[in-house]
């Protein structure tokens, strides 16, 4: 999932600079960073449909909507104008996020329910996935799009969330469907909504801590590609590998 975030950034710039010029920079920005968008949605609702539909069924769902996202790009490459190509992005984008969203909260939840005893360490497990995924991706994202260009690009990485895809289906078990978590009410429990987070001081500064450090982070994202490429004079072939390091 999380190959989906860092590779787009290291052929996407550049083939906008080529293709369509009249997109800027901060439109390129809003393009990738737009799928934690959609992840910010699937926050909203991932929860209540997790009891609706079950674990599973919105695990797999949140991974065909990243196939159907990420198999959608590939078709911008036969769109030519500018705006259009711009705006279908937002949406494949969102797209891809809202399923990525959806596809962890999922995990999360699978965890805490098949593993009670070793929460931490299976967590442990994903987040070094998660890790290890984004490593990977704009070196994986690179070597694609080298050899086959944009769309096929995002063709090949759409079979490979098919492959993840079906050996979820085959691996996760039906039960995680139906699992409810514990009902369990502790003295002096309280019900956390998203209202805590803006009225509770020490949950909104650590709030406001994860949005910066994601900027701080992220922000080189929309123009290092280029940079690289026109002032560096690095070739483009070998963006992939810088990011990935």
């Not at 439109?27 to 699937?42: K, R, T």
């Not at 500018?82 to 999922?106: E, K, P, V």
């Not at 801590?209 to 080189?220: A, D, E, R």
Request: charged fraction near 15%; glycine fraction near 10%; proline fraction near 3%.
């Amino acid at each position: 999932m999380y190959t989906l975030y860092g590779n787009m950034a290291t052929f996407y710039p550049p083939y906008r600079e080529e293709h369509h010029p009249s997109i800027s920079d901060a439109e390129v920005g809003a393009v990738i960073g737009m799928m934690y968008g959609g992840i910010f949605l699937a926050s909203i609702t991932a929860s209540p449909l997790l009891q609706k539909l079950g674990r599973k069924n919105v695990l797999l769902g949140g991974n065909l909507l990243m196939l159907l996202g990420t198999a959608g790009y590939g078709f911008l490459a036969y769109i030519e104008d500018d705006q259009a190509f711009l705006w279908i992005s937002f949406a494949f984008r969102i797209l891809q996020g809202f399923g990525d969203g959806c596809a962890s909260t999922a995990i999360y939840s699978i965890i805490a329910i098949e593993f009670k005893e070793q929460k931490a360490l299976y967590l442990s497990y994903f987040s070094s996935a998660i890790g290890l995924g984004a490593l990977l991706g704009p070196m994986i994202g690179q070597l694609i799009y080298n050899q086959v260009g944009f769309a096929s690009t995002f063709f090949v990485l759409s079979g490979m969330i098919g492959l993840a895809f079906i050996l979820q289906a085959i691996s996760v078990p039906n039960r995680v469907n139906k699992t409810k978590m514990p009902d369990k009410k502790f003295e002096g429990a309280k019900k956390i909504t998203f209202l805590t987070f803006l009225t509770n001081k020490r949950a909104l500064i650590g709030c406001i801590s994860t949005v910066m450090g994601l900027i701080l982070l992220l922000f080189y994202l929309t123009v290092y590609a280029d940079y690289l490429i026109q002032d560096v004079k690095v070739d483009k072939d070998l963006i992939g590998f810088l990011f990935g390091i």
